[in-house]
């Protein structure tokens, strides 16, 4: 069984910078993409950012130049660093990986992390 342990989430102010941390355990042959995934109250889930085995990052539009994302294949781990952080990017954060155990491949979602952005 695979699964997805996220941390790092919590309160900080605007302007501020947090480091999410998820690392994926279980019977995992190769990992395909990790990427990080929000949902605000009453949103839906979208995309924060995404990375390839191959260290290739996707960002949405409003994270560009804020965000960073990047992966320890070592570790089986995937890291997002904010910077200046802004209220609306409060919301749950969620771990997304798309992996193989060898036979097929498969996704799994890490359980959540809340992120609060507020004075």
């Known amino acids: 069984q695979v699964q997805l342990v996220e941390s790092g989430g919590g309160l900080v102010q605007p302007g501020g910078s947090l480091r999410l941390s998820c690392e994926a355990s279980?019977?995992?042959?190769?990992?395909?993409?990790m990427g990080w995934y929000r949902q605000a109250p009453g949103k839906q889930r979208e995309l924060v950012a995404r990375?390839?085995?191959?260290?290739?990052?996707n960002y949405a539009d409003s994270v560009k130049g804020r965000f960073a994302i990047s992966r320890d294949n070592s570790k089986n781990t995937v890291y997002l660093r904010m910077n200046s952080l802004k209220p609306e990017d409060t919301a749950v954060y969620y771990c997304?990986?798309?992996?193989?155990?060898?036979?097929?491949?498969?996704?799994?979602w890490g359980q959540g992390t809340q992120v609060t952005v507020s004075s």
């Open positions: 279980g019977s995992i042959f190769s990992i395909n993409v």
């Open positions: 990375i390839t085995s191959g260290g290739v990052p």
């Open positions: 997304h990986s798309v992996f193989s155990n060898g036979i097929r491949f498969s996704d799994i």
